[in-house]
């Protein structure tokens, strides 16, 4: 590239220096199965089709009456789907399902402890248990439809329960990651005006039993503070009959559900015939940078996307057992362990603790006992397990014939170590790419119709149609090997329809930058901003690098830091990567780079130079790091996400900020005394 052209590269585009992968097919097995082997779902889904196409995803449902309008415009950009028609998101999911497999298996749930039972839940099981729970609501909290109830729970079959007695009355429901802390329940609390907190006394994390009761106590004290009186909080017990947290019961606020379900036994509650435009739930993104947002999903919308997308993508048949190791806390998991599965009558797996407990072999165990054929977690657990036990996926009697990676980025290393040693060289991978906004899948390989490509998340899903734009809203059309702002041409029903109670920063930050006139009606005016940064192929495969701020600019070359940090993880001894840019009078910003090795391997001057050189072999000198630091472990979120920020913090001698919610904080002051020396 001429230096010319770089200095004049816009803000959005970065000069993409790593390669397309092979393709990988998937298995003649595989397509003889497939849910969708019919290549002119692209054709249907077309925007000539556009949105009468995504009627197909709502047949998968069960309606009490049938839409006026597949989709309303009248208030751009936010968009109503399948208006004036009436649906129940908890009839779909467990009612309908009963005539015909009453005894199938909804949940099975798996408890962190190894020598506690796994729970399966049947449909019938889960009716009951539904029923009872929203008699709870109804008629001992007196809550109806439209009103908000905050829950704070970990990953137990209550938590699911809950939220289909909720979306059997139309409450709105708001879950709150159960890692996050009382403050941060209580910013939720306040912001959605819940006057109902449902929560847990106590639950596993790593062979410990944690008391979460207290969280509740404090985030009720914090919203008060901030005038929001929560006047019920209700207590789930781990152990029914038991209590086994240490924070002590508040008498006339708190009550255990296991004690108030006596009184509704038997009781069933018909599920409430809801406008599919009406709410469902409010999912918060991160508070990490200013208030958070409650991204507003709808009932009808949301259902059929996710039902459609569970069936077609992650290809589930009824008698598959499922399973999505993410958190329900997140949208991953409302969309692909609740909502979307249990829609289409599957059998999910829900499990209590972490991947790694009490070793490696834990997460390949469950799948061998329960016989699960489909599996879907994050590139971040990947890593994680690559890391800690690389040889032991071989040792256990399991065979998936299908598995997802989400919520970021996977290298291409890591992908081929989940393809070879997790799926055996057997099963299908699709690498979604998708939001807490959108629902659903965005960008994913059908799995029967499109072959894989490691490191690219795909083409666009049916239905939804990727563009790239520069900073100037110029289209950068496919195979220029430039990178810049992904947006979506067109809405889709699985698309959050606002942020709650602020309509303006949901305009402003979504669709505000591309959009052609603000006072129009028309969808194609209104392009929705994702905030990530991609590149897309000749064939119209999406790579995704990270968000528009994790891309950093080198003497005019932008590199996107998943871009370096997949080049290190080819080196054999990485197990995890981080860069981070530091400023630098000359060059504006170079990469620094933090790695953590596998079992077995030791920090060295020759080590950090072969990692180093590999950046310069994989993307070229432009990509060398200004130093690697090889630490024993990254800073980490409860959730497992590497914290960059903490990273670049230290980088650049700034104050890191708190690090008392990282699940690992004593790994912050030394790394701080590495870097600093």
């Known amino acids: 590239m001429a230096e010319k052209e770089i200095t004049e590269t816009s803000e959005a585009q970065i000069a993409v220096h790593w390669g397309e992968e092979a393709y990988y097919a998937p298995s003649v097995k595989f397509i003889a199965q497939a849910n969708m082997t019919d290549e002119t779902i692209y054709d249907r889904f077309s925007l000539d089709n556009f949105p009468d196409c995504f009627k197909e995803y709502a047949d998968l449902l069960d309606w009490y009456k049938y839409w006026d309008e597949i989709l309303d415009t009248s208030d751009a950009p936010c968009f109503k789907w399948f208006k004036g028609g009436l649906i129940n998101v908890s009839y779909n999911c467990v009612d309908r399902h009963l005539a015909k497999n009453s005894?199938?298996?909804?949940?099975?749930?798996?408890?962190?402890?190894?020598?506690?039972?796994?729970?399966?839940?049947?449909?019938?099981?889960?009716?009951?248990?539904?029923?009872?729970?929203?008699?709870?609501?109804?008629?001992?909290?007196?809550?109806?439809?439209?009103?908000?109830?905050?829950?704070?729970?970990?990953?137990?079959?209550e938590l699911p329960v809950t939220m289909l007695a909720c979306a059997r009355?139309?409450?709105?429901?708001?879950?709150?990651?159960?890692?996050?802390?009382?403050?941060a329940c209580a910013d939720r609390i306040v912001d959605s005006a819940s006057h109902v907190l449902i929560t847990m006394d106590a639950y596993y994390r790593g062979g410990k039993i944690l008391d979460h009761k207290e969280k509740a106590d404090e985030a009720v004290k914090i919203a008060a503070k901030q005038n929001q009186k929560v006047d019920k909080v209700l207590v789930w017990q781990r152990y029914p009959g038991k209590y086994s947290a240490q924070t002590p019961m508040v008498d006339g606020r708190d009550y255990f559900v296991n004690d108030l379900l006596k009184d509704y036994y038997g009781v069933r509650v018909d599920p409430v015939k809801m406008p599919a435009e009406a709410p469902l739930f409010l999912m918060y993104t991160s508070g990490t940078t200013g208030k958070p947002k409650g991204c507003q999903h709808g009932t009808g919308g949301f259902l059929a996307y996710v039902a459609g997308t569970s069936k077609y993508v992650q290809d589930i048949h009824p008698e598959d057992v499922y399973w999505c190791m993410a958190d329900i806390g997140w949208i991953t998991g409302h969309s692909y362990i609740v909502y979307g599965p249990l829609a289409i009558c599957a059998s999910s797996v829900i499990f209590e603790g972490v991947p790694n407990y009490p070793d490696a072999g834990r997460c390949w165990r469950i799948a061998q006992d329960l016989g699960v054929n489909i599996f879907h977690t994050a590139p971040t657990a990947i890593r994680a397990l690559r890391k800690i036990g690389p040889d032991e996926p071989a040792k256990y009697d399991y065979e998936f014939k299908h598995m997802t990676t989400v919520g970021e980025p996977i290298e291409p290393e890591v992908w081929k170590w989940y393809y070879e040693k997790v799926g055996k060289g057997k099963a299908a991978i699709v690498d979604t790419w998708w939001q807490t906004e959108t629902g659903g899948f965005l960008c994913s390989t059908i799995p029967a119709i499109k072959p894989m490509k490691p490191g690219s998340a795909g083409p666009g899903m049916p239905g939804i149609h990727p563009i790239i734009y520069d900073d100037d809203g110029h289209e950068i059309p496919p195979g220029k090997g430039i990178a810049g702002n992904i947006c979506i041409r067109n809405p889709w029903p699985g698309m959050f329809q606002t942020i709650w109670g602020d309509r303006d920063r949901f305009v402003t930050n979504y669709f505000a930058r591309y959009c052609k006139d603000p006072d129009s009606k028309d969808w194609r005016d209104w392009p929705y901003l994702t905030g990530d940064a991609a590149v897309m192929a000749e064939d119209g495969y999406v790579r995704i690098l990270g968000r528009t701020d994790d891309v950093i600019n080198v003497s005019g070359h932008r590199l996107g830091t998943k871009e370096l940090e997949s080049a290190a993880l080819v080196v054999e001894e990485v197990a995890e990567a981080a860069v981070v840019p530091i400023k630098h009078e000359i060059k504006g910003v170079e990469p620094d780079l933090y790695v953590a090795l596998k079992p077995g391997y030791h920090a060295s001057e020759e080590l950090a130079k072969k990692i180093n050189d590999a950046l310069v072999r994989e993307i070229g000198p432009i990509a060398k790091a200004r130093k690697v630091w090889i630490v024993s472990d990254m800073p980490k979120t409860r959730s497992g996400k590497i914290m960059r920020r903490v990273l670049a913090s230290i980088s650049n001698n700034r104050d890191v900020g708190d690090t008392m919610t990282l699940a690992n904080p004593e790994i912050v002051e030394e790394i701080k005394k590495m870097v600093k020396g």
Request: proline share 3%.
């Open 103 to 157: 005894n199938k298996t909804a949940i099975h749930f798996v408890p962190e402890l190894e020598e506690e039972k796994v729970e399966h839940i049947t449909y019938r099981e889960l009716w009951v248990r539904v029923n009872e729970m929203a008699a709870v609501l109804r008629d001992f909290c007196g809550l109806k439809a439209g009103d908000r109830v905050t829950l704070h729970m970990p990953m137990v079959a």
């Open 169 to 183: 009355l139309g409450i709105i429901h708001s879950q709150v990651f159960g890692g996050f802390s009382g403050s």
